[in-house]
């Protein structure tokens, strides 16, 4: 089935240390993938996507995410993490003349001071 | 430009009773997407509507339907209500499938009692 999964429902790390969110993906066509923050009570805000035309996805908030086909991942990563990074983190995938988008379980981030 | 706008932003309803939801799409954008996200968990798909048209439904009971206005605004309509329909609806605007990326409202915080 076409689907995304992300490793670890909750990451905690200190202020200005790297984070590394994961996400894999199955699927047997090119995919479309998505990664999306919501701070609570809120809506899903796009901070980037993959649509086949380069690998390395720069994103907002200094985000960026790499797609490696061969691992079928989608991995965010941002070099130093912020207090105002504090928040929920969604990976998705959709495909051409697909219907709808679908999410991993997220996974939430902690920063420490 | 206003973003995507839902109304209302919270209710509680009573078990056995129906609701309606409203959202209102970025200008130019053709498409409406609902998803419904339990606490805890991703979006899931409900539906998708392009140019009034329904274009997809998740799985999700006859007791959810939407429709969508000439202005490309739309509504999600649940009778008979269950406690496990409490949930955080959200509505997404595309300028067309969903590969494209969509753009999130904050939400309609439902509450089932």
């Known amino acids: 089935a076409q689907s995304v999964t992300q490793l670890g429902s909750h990451v905690s790390v200190s202020e200005g240390a790297l984070v590394l969110l994961r996400c894999n993906y199955s699927?047997?066509?090119?995919?479309?993938l998505f990664w999306y923050v919501q701070y609570p009570n809120q809506g899903l805000q796009l901070l980037l996507k993959?649509?086949?035309?380069?690998?390395l996805v720069k994103g907002i908030n200094g985000f960026e995410a790499e797609f490696k086909k061969s691992e079928t991942s989608f991995h965010l990563t941002k070099p130093s993490a912020h207090m105002s990074d504090a928040a929920e983190y969604f990976c998705?995938?959709?495909?051409?003349?697909?219907?709808?988008?679908?999410f991993g379980a997220g996974t939430r981030l902690t920063v420490k001071p | 430009d206003a973003g995507v706008t839902q109304s209302p932003t919270h209710l509680i309803k009573t078990r056995g009773q129906q609701v309606t939801l409203r959202c209102s799409p970025i200008?130019?954008?053709?498409?409406v997407s609902w998803y419904q996200q339990v606490l805890g968990q991703g979006p899931q798909f409900i539906f998708q509507?392009?140019?009034?048209?329904?274009?997809g439904r998740g799985n999700f009971p006859d007791r959810f339907s939407a429709r969508q206005f000439p202005n490309y605004s739309s509504e999600l309509n649940v009778n008979a209500l269950l406690l496990g329909d409490s949930a955080l609806y959200l509505c997404?605007?595309?300028?067309?499938?969903?590969?494209?990326?969509?753009?999130f409202g904050s939400g309609t915080r439902l509450t089932v009692v």
């Open positions: 997404a605007s595309s300028l067309d499938r969903p590969n494209y990326g969509y753009t």
């Open positions: 699927s047997s066509v090119p995919p479309y």
């Open positions: 993959y649509t086949s035309a380069a690998t």
């Open positions: 998705a995938v959709s495909f051409l003349n697909n219907n709808d988008m679908r």
């Open positions: 200008s130019g954008h053709k498409s």
């Open positions: 509507y392009y140019e009034k048209e329904e274009r």
